[in-house]
């Protein structure tokens, strides 16, 4: 079992920025990707940015030089500071992990998904 808790999510005005926080506990080898996902009631929930263990970013478009995604892997803890926020980033933000339960596990990385946490731009 693998609880992952967000937190820094908030009402901020457009062009602000704020800073979310994911740690992850539980039955936890090793994370080999950290990432955040959003979603608003009008589109699925779509990726915003992932790292993987090894230092490798990737980020969606519409957030590209805005966002930063970074990673503690001794705290199994992933962060994303979000700059030059705009309206259109308003959404409901999840944290993701990729774990690994133990060293012998031999199956595919599980999926472990945080509550999710409100960020809302106003204009």
């Known amino acids: 079992q693998v609880q992952l808790v967000e937190s820094g999510g908030g009402l901020v005005q457009a062009g602000g920025s704020l800073r979310l926080s994911c740690a992850a506990s539980?039955?936890?080898?090793?994370?080999?990707?950290m990432g955040w996902y959003r979603q608003d009631p009008e589109t699925q929930r779509e990726l915003v940015a992932t790292l993987t263990s090894g230092g490798s970013t990737n980020y969606a478009d519409s957030v590209k030089g805005r966002f930063t995604i970074s990673r503690d892997n001794a705290k199994n803890t992933v962060y994303l500071q979000m700059n030059s926020l705009k309206p259109e980033d308003t959404a409901v933000y999840y944290c993701n992990a990729r774990v690994i339960p133990y060293r012998d596990y031999e199956g595919d990385a599980l999926d472990a998904w945080g509550q999710g946490t409100l960020v809302t731009v106003s204009s």
């Open positions: 539980g039955s936890i080898f090793s994370i080999t990707v």
